[in-house]
């Protein structure tokens, strides 16, 4: 059965919102209130999503009001299949009725070992037959700092490489990897030292003010130096860490060739290439994983989000050469989340019987052609990009002076009154980039056509009410 017959089959079982524009208005409920009172103060979706769910159903969420959204945020896009999938549903019923162990720290069980063969399944054959998996702490953060243990380990050098725009979680290690200073800033000095940023090939705003094949090849070029000169100052790293399509950093998808270029001079540098796939893996770009764009073969995987079938998971997938770390080298009490594997199976066999990636990529592309139509109309819609179903809208003031490329510059003040006027209108989306510019698109795979055009027309109005409002 082909996804697109399946959700049409599945539409009864869908909260299915007006076709009417309702404009909702926004006070803060006792649950709200309580939670601005005792939550932390790092808390941060609800400052700019202040809502308190109570139910959800595929690409809806609903409030306790009673008031309907569509949900393109997705938990970040860890719902690959939406919001309680009967996939899913089905999985954790079964965990429960036949009375499996919760938590097995990581002795392994039926449902593991399906869960691995089911992963390994999914990966490119010449990763697959060389594959080792450390399954971390439920989050990708943990899995990061296994993959940075797991390649200082093998290499015996400490360094690593990171990128300007990257995120790759929020703990000490990881956070040593982050482009982005604000997260650092009070912190000063951070745990994990040893990491040298390098520009990424972000062609709307090239580092390197050329933009297109000359800058990705300028920014290899770049690359290639530093690791083989001398006088370069940077010791040889252990790896490189890189997001195939940077997320948080903006949405921001590398340019092939650029990624067939760092996959070649990290390997002939005996350099480990760790791929951060926790965003945008399983089918999310219209590929099983981003990296299999380019056609490379990474050395490291870390993945998360969407493997636990919407249950907290998280793992490292790498090539047996690295497998020198001793046991108990990386450990985590819930590494051993039964019904997180069994949700997470679920999920991998429906993205395969289904062909979710296909689908991906067809109503990705349906969606930036509508914010294409819709460029005519606002300029304010700088760049249209991503891949697949994650995209993002980079918002540029036209008025502005233009950067060495001719590009408008970030329009920052405009994104949260968008994303307001969305949500205003029953649609839930996040920013990201610099600045907070950037207007991202997650919605679960199984989003229809019907709803893809929906998402633009409500994103539509919101870009007129908003840009009205200035």
């Known amino acids: 059965m082909s996804v697109a017959t399946s959700l049409v089959e599945d539409q009864s079982a869908r909260i299915t919102p007006t076709l009417t524009e309702t404009l909702y208005q926004f006070n803060e409920s006792p649950l709200l209130a309580r939670q601005n009172q005792q939550e932390s103060n790092a808390r941060s979706y609800p400052r700019r999503i202040p809502l308190a769910l109570k139910r959800a159903k595929g690409i809806y969420v609903e409030d306790v009001e009673g008031r309907r959204f569509i949900d393109c945020l997705a938990g970040a896009g860890t719902l690959a299949l939406g919001h309680n999938h009967a996939v899913v549903i089905e999985a954790i019923r079964q965990v429960l009725t036949d009375e499996l162990p919760l938590h097995t720290l990581d002795l392994t069980t039926p449902v593991k070992d399906q869960f691995v063969q089911d992963l390994f399944g999914l990966l490119p054959q010449a990763l697959a ?3 080792k998996i450390q399954f971390c702490g439920p989050t990708g953060t943990d899995a990061v700092e296994a993959a940075l243990k797991l390649v200082r380990t093998a290499t015996g050098r400490s360094t690593v490489l990171s990128f300007q725009g990257g995120y790759h979680g929020m703990s000490q290690g990881a956070l040593s990897l982050m482009g982005s200073l604000g997260p650092k800033k009070p912190l000063g000095a951070l745990l994990s030292s040893g990491v040298q940023f390098m520009p990424y090939p972000y062609d709307y705003r090239c580092p390197f003010g050329l933009g297109g094949a000359q800058g990705v090849q300028v920014n290899l070029n770049y690359l290639e130096n530093l690791l083989n000169d001398p006088e370069a100052g940077v010791q040889l790293p252990a790896a490189v860490i890189v997001e195939v399509v940077q997320g948080e950093g903006g949405v921001i998808p590398a340019d092939l060739d650029w990624l067939r270029g760092l996959r070649r001079i990290t390997e002939k540098a005996g350099v480990a290439l760790i791929v951060d796939e926790i965003q945008s893996g399983f089918a999310r770009t219209g590929k099983m994983f981003a990296f299999e764009h380019a056609g490379i073969i990474p050395d490291v995987v870390v993945m998360s989000k969407a493997i636990g079938g919407s249950l907290p998971l998280a793992v490292v997938v790498y090539r047996d050469w690295l497998d020198t770390w001793l046991p108990g080298a990386h450990a985590g009490t819930f590494r051993g989340n039964q019904m997180a ?40 819609l700088g760049d249209i990009r991503g891949r697949g179903l994650m995209l993002g809208v980079e ?71 908003a840009t009205a409002s200035l």
């Open 341 to 380: 594997m069994a949700a997470g199976s679920a999920v991998m066999r429906y993205l395969a019987e289904h062909k979710v990636c296909e689908h991906a990529a067809a109503m990705g592309e349906r969606l930036s052609e509508h914010l294409r139509i819709l460029q005519r109309d606002f300029p304010q």
């Open 129 to 131: 037959v060389e594959a």
């Open 395 to 465: 918002l540029v003031d036209p008025t502005g002076a233009p950067d060495a490329l001719g590009h408008p510059p970030i329009f920052g003040r405009l994104a949260p009154l968008v994303q307001r006027e969305c949500l205003k209108r029953g649609l839930i989306l996040e920013l990201g980039g610099r600045h907070g510019a950037v207007v991202r698109f997650l919605p679960p795979l199984v989003i229809t056509a019907a709803e893809i055009d929906r998402v633009a027309e409500i994103f539509g109005r919101a870009m007129a009410a």
